[in-house]
């Protein structure tokens, strides 16, 4: 067995939070995993594998401590009574198997949160419109009974987690999600009590809220704060950093632990295309030169040396991790064993973040396994061996999908090859990679190939295009087809079900032309009925490259997607500092020499750009030749079977693809369906 490198041996010291003593300072921060409470079982075993993985604390999400609280339609865990107790303590009973301390994040989400489910009234300190969403309804302003009633619900919910037992008990305070932030804020607590004006009296009610739960399980259990110290927002410019030094200054030996971040969830969660890792330090920083009790913030912190810098330097004590302990559940226990370069390092896209705002589990673009640690036992680090290791599998295509297949079919044990027609490995990430913004997607590839490179059970063969012919020749017992997709050239997609008149002309591009390195020059359109990156990526190339760039999209507002991986404001500002005008709703009509014309969406009027280049960014084609020809083989007897994984079955996410490659190499020769 390897050995851990000493210079991060200062990561692995216990530290004492209160009551109870980390093993090590890798703390993983509550977060959500869009699954419902009809599903415990699957939050138990994600928990429980990040647990395993070497994680000194493992927290729950927010866990909503009354019916009125409540993000609707996402749902959580809660302990709103006696009887949800028995249906979290699992969680912490699976986190405790592996020595870690268990954490839960009690939480009322305030004017957040609308009240659908439980139909009564959401509270705020003062009367608002709910935030999430375009909810039509307004909140509740609390009059003192509230109060009251919310300290006692949040005490009665304190003393749940301690019969759960949980170590750490949190009073939830950030993400512009709380309804002590809504008291603690002046732009949402406008009361003229004693709760609301002076600093004094908005902080109050969490001061108070602190020492309740402290006086009711603080014997046994550590009391956190989750603070957001700072608020960054779009519609604001109210800039809050005085008053988060104040609240720590104010109440610093209070908690027994600080959990500090940037508020709201787009700013604290950035993904890579706008943030780097570590990029909360400036405006955390201050915060252990403030208090003595333990220091937690997070920065998609993947890096050893970046972490031992972090304690070395006085700015945390734990290193938090969300997306870092998703993508690797095992980076703690990599990092203690010498093993720091296999991290399957985190690589900030957001799909994680994604899949909570769409409601669904959790996935990850990088560790196919989140979310299917229940459902279909997929553990991140372990494989099934191979049934019979004799077996050669060919793997057709080397993008995402081909290489998580190899990976794992390598990792079971089975004689592997891949060959991939291109000069490169990784398919559409060696174009998408170079991309303004999206180079720390590269890490897709590099991972999975730092790992292939190394298996001597694995062969693989660049710059191979393999024809049907060339496959049976071979002779494999198993083909896996992972041939990708291509950018649609005529314009059909959602928005269009024929193609655009006029879009066979030679100055219309696909992102696959631009890409390659097509040149266009002038006036551009680019023209985005996709939704996701692809299109304002382009565009702000295109842009930065000196050409005039207008971005038109179907949709009502730029590149809608994006508003679930948080990123929708900040691709707004990079598109705007890039000089590219920006039209929603809007389709294209016609395309001639020198314009387009087009339509709006809502009204039916047209309207006429100019344009000496249109790039179409519709929708793509899977690339499933190969896979009809070699399907006829293995009807004609002359393959043995068959799969096909990834974009080449329906083009998606890279997210997709890995976890269908996976799928393939997994299901292959097992009787579970996949
Ligand atoms: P996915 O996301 O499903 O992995 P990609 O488009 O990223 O799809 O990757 C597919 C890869 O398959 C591309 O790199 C492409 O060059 C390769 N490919 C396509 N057809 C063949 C073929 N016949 N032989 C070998 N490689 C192929
Ligand atoms: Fe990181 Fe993307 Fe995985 Fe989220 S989905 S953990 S951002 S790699």
């Known amino acids: 067995m390897n050995s851990r490198d000493p210079r991060y041996d200062i990561l692995f010291e216990p530290v004492q939070i209160g009551p109870v003593t980390s093993k090590n300072r890798f703390y993983q921060t509550p977060y959500a995993l869009g699954i419902g409470p009809h599903r415990y079982q699957d939050m138990v075993a994600f928990r429980q594998t990040r647990a395993e993985g070497g994680w000194g604390v493992v927290c729950v999400e927010e866990t ?122 002046s732009r949402t607590n406008k009361r003229t009590d004693d709760y609301g004006g002076s600093f004094q009296n908005r902080i109050r009610l969490l001061r108070e809220v602190l020492s309740d739960v402290k006086d009711a399980v603080g014997d046994r259990c550590a009391v956190a704060v989750r603070l957001a110290v700072e608020e960054r927002r779009w519609k604001s410019s109210l800039n809050t950093r005085e008053d988060g030094r104040r609240v720590i200054e104010e109440l610093a030996e209070v908690p027994d632990l600080w959990d500090v971040n940037v508020s709201d969830w787009a700013w604290d969660t950035g993904s890579s295309r706008f943030f780097e890792e570590g990029h909360q330090e400036p405006f955390i920083s201050f915060v252990k030169q403030v208090t003595s009790k333990p220091v937690v913030g997070v920065g998609r912190f993947t890096s050893p040396d970046a972490m031992v810098s972090q304690v070395k330097r006085g700015i945390l004590d734990f290193i938090g991790a969300a997306r870092p302990s998703i993508a690797d559940p095992f980076l703690p226990n990599k990092i203690d064993t010498g093993l720091h370069d296999d991290i399957r390092e985190c690589i900030g896209c957001n799909v994680c973040a994604a899949e909570v705002m769409n409601q669904t589990t959790i996935r990850c673009t990088q560790n196919p396994t989140a979310g299917e640690e229940f459902r279909l ?50 398919g559409r990430i060696v174009r998408e990679r170079s991309l303004p913004r999206l180079a720390t997607w590269g890490r897709v590839v590099d991972y999975r190939l730092a790992l292939l490179q190394r298996m001597p059970n694995v062969q693989m063969y660049l710059a191979s295009r393999l024809s049907a012919e060339d496959v049976l020749g071979m002779e494999p017992d198993h083909v896996i087809v992972a041939t990708g997709s291509s950018w649609r050239r005529d314009g059909t997609g959602r928005s269009h079900d024929e193609p655009i008149p006029g879009a066979d002309a030679a100055h219309v591009f696909t992102p696959d032309d631009i890409m390659a390195g097509k040149p266009v020059s002038g006036k551009v359109v680019v023209y985005d009925d996709d939704y996701y990156y692809m299109a304002s990526a382009l565009a702000e190339k295109l842009a930065r490259e000196g050409n005039t760039v207008t971005y038109v999209t179907s949709a009502s507002e730029p590149a809608p997607w994006t508003f679930k991986t948080l990123e929708l404001g900040h691709v707004v500002q990079a598109l705007l500092a890039a000089g590219v005008e920006i039209v929603t709703g809007t389709t294209l009509t016609a395309i001639e020499p020198g314009r387009v014309t087009a339509q709006r969406v809502l009204t039916g009027h047209s309207i006429t750009l100019d344009a000496d280049a249109l790039v179409l960014v519709t929708c793509q084609n899977a690339d499933e030749t190969l896979y009809r020809e070699l399907l006829e083989r293995v009807e004609e007897g002359q393959l043995p079977s068959l799969d096909r994984t990834g974009d080449c079955v329906a083009p998606a996410f890279i997210a997709q693809a890995v976890r269908d490659g996976h799928r393939a190499a997994m299901s292959y020769d097992l009787p579970k369906d996949q």
Not at 120 to 142: C, E, F
């Open 64 to 185: 909503m401590i009354h019916p009125t609280s409540g993000h609707d339609p996402f749902q959580g865990p809660h302990l709103w009574s006696d009887a949800d107790i028995g249906r979290v303590a699992p969680m912490a009973e699976a986190v405790h198997k592996y020595g870690a301390l268990a954490g839960v994040e009690l939480a009322h989400v305030g004017s957040s949160g609308p009240c659908w489910e439980h139909r009564g009234y959401p509270l705020s300190p003062t009367a608002n419109p709910v935030r999430l969403h375009d909810n039509p309804i307004m909140t509740k302003q609390m009059d003192k009974r509230d109060i009251a009633q919310f300290r006692r619900w949040y005490v009665d919910a304190a003393l749940r987690a301690k019969k759960a037992d949980f170590d750490i008990v949190y009073v939830y305070c950030a993400h512009d999600l709380s309804l002590l932030q809504d008291f603690l804020v």
């Open 377 to 426: 036992q997929w553990h991140p680090e372990r494989v099934p061996p191979a049934g019979d290791p004799t077996r050669n599998i060919l793997v057709v295509g080397g993008g995402p999908a081909g290489l998580q297949a190899a990976l794992t079919l390598g990792k079971r044990g089975y004689q592997v090859s891949i060959a991939e027609a291109g000069e490169n490995w990784g």
